[in-house]
Structure formats: C-alpha cells, structure tokens
C-alpha cells in the first residue's frame, strides 16, 4: 500500500490546526480555569478546605499545561494511573520514534494536530483525577447544559415534530418514511454544528427552528449519501425474518441540542422498524468540551422527562423506557478518547471493533470522528473514502458531519476549487455538512 500523506499539524504556520493549538486551545484552557475558580465556594461547601486545596491543585495543574502549550514545550508522558495511561505513553513514544534524528522531542506545533489535541484534554482530565476530593468534576459541564437550555425552542420544535406528525401516521408506506428519514437525517447532521471546541467553549446552541430550513440547507451538502443509507436499512425492514435483529450503532459527538437531534433520530429508526436495537457509544471522559458523555445522556434524558411541555416530556418517558427494555443500549470504550485514527482500531480495541462488526450500519456523528476516520491527513480532496479509511471497514458505516477542519474527501473533481473560489473558509465554518458512506449494499 502507498504511503498515506501526512499528518495535518500546527507546524504549517495559518492553517486551522496552527489556529486552534494557537489561540483556541489555550481559550478553552482559561475557561477551565475559571469554571474551577467560580465553583470554589461550592468545593468548599462540599469538602472543607481539603476542597479549596482540591481547586488550587487543579488549576494550577491547568495552568501549567497551558504554558507548556504556550511556549511549545515537549509532550510530557503522562503521569495517572488511569487504565489507558500506558497506551497514551506507548503512542507518544511512537510519536518520537517517528521524528527524524535531531528534531527533538515531540512538541505541541510539531506534532500531529489529532494528537495533541485530544492529549489536552486527556491531560485536562489528569488535573483534575489528580485533584482529589473534585476528581470527578466536569468542567465543561455547565457549558454543555447551557447549549440545552438555550435550544430549548428547537428541541420543542423537534419532539412536537416527531409525537405530532409522525407517530400518529399508521403505518406509513415506504416513501413517507423515506422522506422522514431523509428529514431526521438532515436534521441531525446541521446539530452537529452546535459544537462548544470550535467556539472555544462560547455558547453555541440552535435557535432557529431547523425543521423549517432544511430545504434552503440541502445546496451545502457536499456529499449526499443519503439513498444509500436508505436502501440499506429498507433492504432490511423489507426482507428481515420477524423475530431478527437490525441493529444501528450512533457513534456519538455533542451533548445538548445535538444529542437530541441524535435521540429523534434513533427513536424515528425504531418506532419505524427501520432498525430493532440502537447502541449509542460515548465518551468515557470529559472531551472535545461538549462531547457526550454518560452523565449527559442521563441528564438530557432526566431534563426531557421533567419538561413541562408535553411533547419534550413525553419524548423523555418514550427515552427512558427504550433504555429499561434494552432497545436502546448505551456503552463507552476507552478507545474514543485515545489518539488514534479508527484503522489502529482492530489492534488497539479488536474488541470494540469486533463489537462493531455485529452491526448492520454505525453512525459517526462530527467532525472529530470524521479526522479519525480518516486519520486525519493531507489527503486530496478526490481520494475515495474507502481508501482514506485505511482498512477500516467493520460494517456499514457512514459519517454525518459538518465541516470545520481542514480535511475532507470523496468530492468531485473540481468541486473544492468550485468551493475555494466561492467560499474560501468552506472547510471549517461547519456551514457545510456530508453524509459519507462507505461499505457493500
Ligand atoms: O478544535 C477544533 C476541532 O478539533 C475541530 O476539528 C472541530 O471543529 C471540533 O474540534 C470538534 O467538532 P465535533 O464536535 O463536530 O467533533
Ligand atoms: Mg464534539
């Protein structure tokens, strides 16, 4: 096989990556810290003074990191005892074995953007591990509550949407439920825009109501694999013996309105019989800020359910009871907050990805999994999926993302200079989206 190109990374002076290790990632940093400073009075309250020193330790731990980011010092290996510490190390070690003689050690600017980026958050995480009696906080909780709160119309908008017009038509022929597919899709796809890392943790909640701009929408999609998805899941309503099983994997990305969107989506597949079972996987740790994590699916679906609002309450109760009988399953892995591009994934977590091969079509929600997926290289815009995957094919699968990294391919030719032209920053305003599939029909 041919090399694959390079790693993007921060070293190329003005490109999105150099940006964010720049200017976004220390922004976030600071924010960390002041969440910790003004929740001081709530640590003391909680844990006497042992929770002031907590919060000390803490921040100055962050503060630390920030000026190691700051001032381009080597990656440090890190130092927890947590059960994927020494897979992090492994992989900084491979990391520098990979430098040429004389360069040194691997540094924030001058290693892989995939790598260092998520390394600071696991990093974040290790402060605060090692912070205890606040070894569990959150810090990027109140933002992520935040973003629900304030998508509170459109989340009403969606579950009236989803119990109003939806449920009460009986069994609906094969082209109403491919519409609605389509719509839900499309839906979950423009939530994805609503990450917190690309606002540098600012409020980024939907206030519009995205149902009724779906169609103006439709020209910023790049790659519309959609039909595919279609054929697949229908192939299998159609043709399925009763009692089998269809399972669809969500491979989630943000909590609040996103989740949401993700949540609609998944009861849309069961309550249509398109799949039988979902399993949502999330993130084991506080990451990329707003990524889901088991708290925040249990919190959206609390919130939900104690809505006044009739619709969003009853969206809730409809949530809960597919978790209580096992339609829906939730289950976190380590593996998505290591470093690693998706292909290492039979090596790394053969049991994830055996895991994966049971499926019959996974979901890779954002855009962080899109840069795994494709390992987040310099690859022309042209180069098939399949081959930017690299091997990684454990099911059907398909990306749903809105651009904001400087990373995309399968386009037509000439359909990123048609973009460039037009729109020079189309590969990271998250203005764009794609549905990518890859895998056999
Ligand atoms: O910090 C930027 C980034 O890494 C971008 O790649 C992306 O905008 C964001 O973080 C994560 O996006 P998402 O939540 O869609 O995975
Ligand atoms: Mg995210």
Redo the contacts with the bound molecule.
């Keep these: 096989m041919a090399e694959p190109p390079a790693f993007l990374s921060a070293q190329d002076v003005g490109s ?1 990556a150099y940006l ?1 290790i720049k200017d ?2 220390p922004q976030i940093l600071t924010k960390a810290i002041d969440t910790l400073h003004r929740h001081r009075s709530e640590f003391f309250e909680k844990h006497g003074e042992e929770g002031m020193e907590a919060e000390k330790k803490a921040i100055s731990l962050l503060s630390k990191l920030r000026n190691e980011l700051q001032t381009d010092k080597p990656i440090l290996p890190l130092v927890d005892d947590c059960a994927d510490a020494d897979l992090w190390n492994k992989y900084l070690e491979d990391q520098q074995s990979l430098l040429s003689e004389g360069a040194g050690k691997a540094r924030w600017f001058y290693s892989p ?1 995939l790598f260092v ?1 998520c390394y600071m958050y696991r990093r974040i995480h290790e402060a605060i591990i090692q912070s205890p009696p606040i070894h569990d906080f959150d810090v990027f909780k109140e933002s992520k509550e935040r973003n629900f709160f304030e998508s509170q119309e459109s989340v009403i908008a969606l579950c009236t949407h989803l119990q109003e017009s939806l449920r009460p038509v009986e069994d609906p022929d094969d082209d109403q439920l491919k519409k609605e597919f389509f719509k839900l899709l499309q839906i979950s796809l423009w939530g ?1 825009k609503c ?4 606002s540098g943790g600012e409020s980024s909640s939907q206030k519009i109501n995205v149902i009724s701009v779906l169609e103006d929408l439709k020209p910023f999609i790049l790659v519309n694999d959609m039909e595919h998805l279609w054929s697949l899941l229908s192939k299998w309503k159609n043709t399925r013996e009763k009692a089998s099983t269809v399972r669809v994997d969500i491979v989630l ?2 909590s609040g309105f ?1 989740l949401v969107t993700d949540l609609v989506l998944a009861d849309f597949l069961l309550t249509s019989n398109l799949a039988t079972e979902i399993h949502f996987h999330g993130k084991t740790i506080p990451w ?4 889901t994590t088991i708290h925040d699916f249990n919190w959206i679906i609390e919130q939900m359910k104690q809505s006044n609002h009739k619709w969003m309450s009853k969206c809730g109760a409809d949530w809960e009871n597919y978790i209580k009988t096992g339609r829906w399953i939730y289950k976190d892995h380590l593996f998505w907050t290591l470093p690693h591009p998706f292909c290492a994934m039979p090596e790394v977590a053969p049991d994830l990805y055996a895991e994966l091969q049971k499926v019959c079509l996974v979901l890779f ?7 795994k997926l494709t390992g987040d290289r310099k690859w022309e815009f042209t180069t098939p999926f399949h081959q930017a995957l690299r091997g990684f094919h454990p099911a059907p699968l398909c990306s749903i ?2 651009l ?2 400087e990373i995309q391919v399968g386009l037509r030719p000439g359909q990123a200079e048609e973009l460039t032209a037009s729109e020079p920053n189309w590969l ?1 305003t ?1 203005k764009f989206g794609i549905f990518q599939f890859d895998g056999p029909l």
């Design positions: 999105f964010t976004r990632t953007w980026e994805n990450d917190l890392s690309l990305d943000n996103e990329f800020v707003s990524d929600k954002g855009d962080l999994n899109y840069r993302r809105t904001k990294a990271t998250g």
